[in-house]
């Protein structure tokens, strides 16, 4: 994600920020995931799909 991209994520209920995002992102972001080098999202889908996600609390 780009900077550009800050206000959507504080819009967004469910934001997420890669691990290695800009600093700017990760703080805007309220959640956190991977690295989109190291399948990030995916971790994130399979979390949600197994209900283990922290907004699923």
Same mark, same amino acid.
């Given at each position: 994600?780009?900077?550009?991209?800050?206000?959507?994520?504080?819009? &967004? $209920?469910?934001?997420?920020?890669? +691990?290695? &995002? $800009?600093?700017? @992102?990760?703080? &805007? &972001?309220?959640?956190?995931? $991977?690295?989109?080098?190291?399948?990030? @999202?995916?971790?994130?889908?399979?979390? @949600?799909?197994?209900? +283990?996600?922290?907004?699923?609390?």
């Amino acid at each position: 994600m780009a900077v550009n991209d800050i206000e959507m994520l504080r819009q &967004a $209920g469910f934001s997420f920020a890669m +691990e290695n &995002a $800009g600093s700017a @992102v990760v703080a &805007a &972001a309220k959640y956190r995931a $991977g690295s989109n080098n190291r399948e990030g @999202v995916l971790d994130v889908i399979d979390k @949600v799909l197994k209900h +283990e996600a922290p907004f699923n609390q």
